[in-house]
């Protein structure tokens, strides 16, 4: 296992789209588990491939806060939202970066394990917004789209200032 660079706002490669998975190889099992170990040595919880620069339709969870619980989660997909909630949520890929994001706070989801095999699961509280966040890396979208028009703008100002701070 390996482990793998995080993409960081503005790279261009996390607006990219991911395709659906089909084959459930070697290489997959490589790719999830590299997974797991970065977002371990992040101190994450979650982690989409396009934030490794991947297009696969794969993502990693892990809520334990010591490793020991991760969930790999290939070509999910949200069956039903309910009990909307603001929360505060941040990215691997966008350090330093907090937002308030409304957020269904429990989904059901379909996906497939490593091994191809679908399955179903009903998600709560943090694991089901992370699992949402993480999806829309799926699609290039990042949290910070979500944000209020207002949050938006102090996104912005915080980008120009660390610009104008490398640059000085």
Known sequence: MSRLHV???PDSRLRLSSRKVTRFD???????????????ATQGIALSA??????????????????SAPQAYVNPEILSKTAWG???ESCLSLPGV??????????????QDRKGDVFERELMGM????????????VG???????SLFQRLRFRALLGRRARRRAA
């Not at 907090?98 to 996906?111: K, P, S, Y």
């Not at 694991?127 to 799926?138: G, I, K, P």
């Not at 979208?141 to 944000?147: E, G, I």
Request: aromatic share 2%.
């Open 7 to 9: 993409l960081e706002y």
């Open 26 to 40: 070697d290489d997959l099992a490589e790719l999830i588990d590299n997974m797991i170990e970065t977002l371990a």
């Open 50 to 67: 396009p934030q490794i620069d991947d297009r696969r339709a794969v993502l990693v969870v892990d809520l334990s806060g010591d490793g």
């Open 86 to 88: 603001l929360v505060e």
């Open 98 to 111: 907090v937002g308030n994001v409304l957020r269904a706070t429990e989904v059901r989801v379909r996906a």
């Open 127 to 138: 694991e089901a917004v992370c699992l949402q966040h993480e999806m829309d890396h799926l």
């Open 141 to 147: 979208k990042l949290f910070v789209d979500r944000l």
